[in-house]
């Protein structure tokens, strides 16, 4: 019974390339949150989706930034054109139902070099 | 603006010296308060759910309690084992997300 599955779990980018971080969700989950944490900061919320919907990216920098959950594979956060502002960790939650708890997975590091 | 305040930002205790954490938090309508124990390079692992004032959770040797501007998460008799970051997360309105405080880092020293 996988938790939440995130990867990579270390992710290295030159300035200008693009990230994608992926998230598969604990089975029978089918709702997926992504989340910033800055060091020394507080996980931010970026965006929440649910298979083939976006439900909120009240979060989500309006430029450069996408995500997705499509009716089959893992959810994906895209970052284009990367920037050393961006060099966090992104967490990826999942809930059975919306506006329940969360799990958390262990997390994508990217360094923007 | 929702805010959630976290204190002390770090706690270093001997092994069996008691404390509590503190969550304030400034939300309207607030439909849950969230407890996490954060490990370094992982991810948050869930701890507690509380809803209302006045309620109380408990595990092993952690009990969160809440009202209705605050939340206190007591430690009792901590061992090293217990030195992680604690987060505070309060949901509320109708929104999705989660509003998360910056931690407490303990400490707890053998």
């Known amino acids: 019974n996988a938790g939440v599955m995130q990867n990579p779990r270390h992710l290295v980018r030159r300035r200008g390339q693009e990230a994608r971080l992926r998230c598969s969700p604990m089975k029978g989950h089918s709702h997926v949150y992504w989340y910033r944490q800055l060091p020394e900061e507080g996980l931010k919320f970026m965006v929440y989706?649910?298979?083939?919907?976006?439900?909120?990216e009240s979060g989500m920098p309006k430029e450069r930034f996408s995500a997705e959950f499509p009716k089959e594979g893992p959810s994906i956060l895209r970052i284009q054109q990367v920037v050393r502002g961006d060099s966090a960790a992104y967490f990826c939650?999942?809930?059975?139902?919306?506006?329940?708890?969360?799990?958390f997975g262990s997390g994508t590091r990217l360094t923007v070099v | 603006e929702d805010q959630v305040t976290q204190s002390p930002e770090a706690l270093r205790l001997q092994e069996g010296e008691s404390s509590s954490l503190n969550c304030s938090y400034t939300v309207s309508g607030l439909r849950g308060l969230f407890w996490y124990r954060q490990d370094p390079g992982k991810g948050p692992e869930f701890l507690f759910t509380?809803?209302?004032a006045g309620e109380e959770k408990e595990k092993e040797r952690l009990k969160a309690t809440l009202t209705k501007k605050e939340s206190f998460l007591h430690i009792t008799a901590p061992k090293p084992e217990d030195s992680a970051t604690y987060l505070c997360a309060v949901q509320a309105g109708t929104g999705n997300q989660f509003y998360f405080g910056t931690g407490t880092s303990l400490t707890v020293i053998p």
């Open positions: 939650a999942s809930s059975q139902q919306g506006g329940h708890g969360y799990t």
């Open positions: 989706l649910q298979k083939e919907n976006i439900i909120d």
């Open positions: 509380l809803y209302s």
